[in-house]
């Protein structure tokens, strides 16, 4: 058994799914780099905050510079940060879609973009995008062409990476989640929005880590998605 100490990159992680995550991947005795614009310095020596607007290049850059000052390593990405703007197509504003691109596509390019290197210079590694089940399952209470758009995107890249690097050592894949417990998710709504699932309940967070860690121990599978979405792709 190995007792190389891995390392895991969370983006996002200063809340919601992607604290869930990092927490995940600790309680495995992997150490983590989480980044957001918010996060806050940790008293765990096996968590390096690096706090940056994930859509800049050079936060990236500053990302992976660290880790692999640090830890000296990085096995896993985690591709987690975004956001989500539900509403009427012709309604959105440019400035919401220039803040998609930028948060949800321009943060996963750069940062996959940073972290290969590392990953082909082990000859090995992870990487997994947090989508949405709304990508292949479009709900007209929900509409969302801009999670579409952006999130979708991250789908179509994650099979083309997946294909890409195979032969390299480095698996690809994608998490789509339902609606999930977070605090975007006022509670007051949780009754009604449990009833866009088949399985009559929202998500937990646990949920969606639980499957990143199931994707982390899948080593013959890449280029998949993974819908944790209470059966809402299976239909209604």
């Given at each position: 058994m190995s007792d190389i100490q891995k390392v895991a990159i969370v983006t996002g992680a200063s809340r919601g799914l992607g604290d869930g995550i990092a927490k995940a991947f600790r309680s495995r005795g992997w150490r983590v780099v989480a980044t957001s614009r918010s996060i806050q310095p940790s008293n765990d020596p096996d968590i390096l905050t690096v706090a940056g607007d994930i859509g800049d290049p050079a936060t990236a850059r500053r990302v992976v510079d660290e880790a692999l000052a640090?830890?000296?390593?990085?096995?896993?990405?985690v591709n987690n940060a975004g956001i989500f703007i539900a509403g009427?197509?012709?309604?959105y504003t440019e400035?919401?879609?220039?803040?998609k691109l930028h948060t949800n596509?321009?943060?996963f390019f750069f940062m996959t973009q940073a972290a290969i290197p590392a990953m082909l210079e082990q000859g090995a590694g992870h990487i997994?995008?947090?989508?949405?089940?709304?990508?292949?399952?479009?709900?007209?209470r929900i509409p969302s062409?801009?999670?579409?758009i952006t999130k979708g995107g991250l789908s179509a890249a994650t099979r083309s990476l997946a294909i890409e690097y195979a032969p390299r050592g480095i698996r690809v894949n994608a998490?789509?989640?339902?609606?999930?417990k977070t605090a975007l998710n006022p509670p007051e709504l949780h009754?009604?929005?449990?009833?866009?699932?088949?399985?009559?309940?929202?998500?937990?967070?646990?949920d969606i880590a639980q499957a990143v860690l199931y994707l982390e121990d899948a080593g013959f599978v890449t280029g998949e998605t993974l819908h944790v979405d209470g059966g809402m792709i299976a239909g209604h």
């Open positions: 640090k830890f000296g390593r990085i096995d896993t990405l009427p197509f012709t309604d400035e919401q879609y220039r803040q596509l321009d943060g997994v995008q947090i989508t949405t089940t709304l990508v292949e399952y479009a709900d007209a062409v801009l999670a579409s998490v789509a989640p339902g609606i999930i009754g009604t929005l449990a009833g866009f699932h088949p399985v009559r309940r929202m998500g937990e967070i646990e």
